[in-house]
């Protein structure tokens, strides 16, 4: 089976401290991705990546950066984090140059910034 | 920016009963996907239907696809306490270097028991 692993399920963290998200999946998967979901605003994709240090801005990459140096694991930066950002963050992988193929999702990590 | 829209926001059913939740989106599509999230958890992928198939089964899941009308339904039949959770759509569009996919808002439902 696809596991894809997140570094927390909880975290809480005070403004303009620097968070580090990690996301690990194990099936060799090309893309990978990051989600925040929000009540009422569904997910919105903040960036995905399609390889080895590529890295591609989703809907709304603002306050946020990536990091991609091995195939298996994709980091998410929250350089200065500040309250809006509190959020439930997702972590997806896909195999192959398509949208054709079903996102294995991680468990979500519920960021709190105070 | 959002893309797909599901309809309705929230349903109540009674074990034993079907769900049916809708999906419009706006642009051309390659295929459309329905995720399931249990509270608080990830998602896990239910079904994909691509842009010339126009119904899908598995189990009891069936989900249709409109292109005319750029709309989709997923149905679940005899319905499951089980079955509590929201549901979401997500579209593909065709283009070289599309992988990602673009999700609506979601459906809550709720089985009764």
């Known amino acids: 089976d696809v596991k894809v692993t997140q570094s927390s399920r909880y975290l809480v963290k005070r403004t303009g401290e620097k968070v580090f998200l990690e996301c690990v999946q194990d099936?060799?998967?090309?893309?990978m991705f990051w989600y925040r979901q929000d009540p009422g605003l569904g997910l919105r994709l903040i960036y995905f990546?399609?390889?080895?240090?590529?890295?591609e801005k989703g809907d709304i990459p603002e306050g946020y950066s990536v990091s991609r140096e091995k195939k298996e694991r994709f980091s998410l930066i929250l350089e200065s984090a500040s309250t809006n950002q509190t959020s439930m963050y997702l972590c997806?992988?896909?195999?192959?140059?398509?949208?054709?193929?079903?996102?294995?999702f991680g468990p979500g990590t519920r960021l709190t910034v105070l | 920016s959002q893309q797909g829209e599901e309809d309705p926001q929230a349903l109540s059913i009674q074990e034993g009963e079907n769900a049916t939740m809708n999906c419009s989106y706006k642009?051309?599509?390659?295929?459309l996907q329905w995720y399931r999230q249990n509270s608080g958890r990830g998602l896990v992928h239910l079904i994909l239907?691509?842009?010339?198939?126009r119904e899908k089964h598995s189990g009891r899941l069936r989900v249709t696809l409109d292109t005319s009308k750029k709309s989709s339904s997923l149905l679940i039949t005899a319905s499951r306490a089980a079955d509590t959770a929201s549901y979401f759509c997500?579209?593909?569009?065709?283009?070289?270097?599309?992988?990602?996919?673009?999700f609506g808002k979601g459906t809550k439902l709720s089985v009764i028991p």
């Open positions: 997806a992988s896909s195999v192959g140059q398509t949208s054709y193929n079903e996102q294995f």
């Open positions: 099936m060799d998967h090309e893309n």
């Open positions: 990546s399609y390889d080895v240090k590529m890295k």
């Open positions: 642009t051309s599509i390659n295929n």
């Open positions: 239907i691509r842009s010339n198939e």
């Open positions: 997500a579209t593909g569009r065709p283009g070289a270097g599309s992988y990602q996919l673009t």
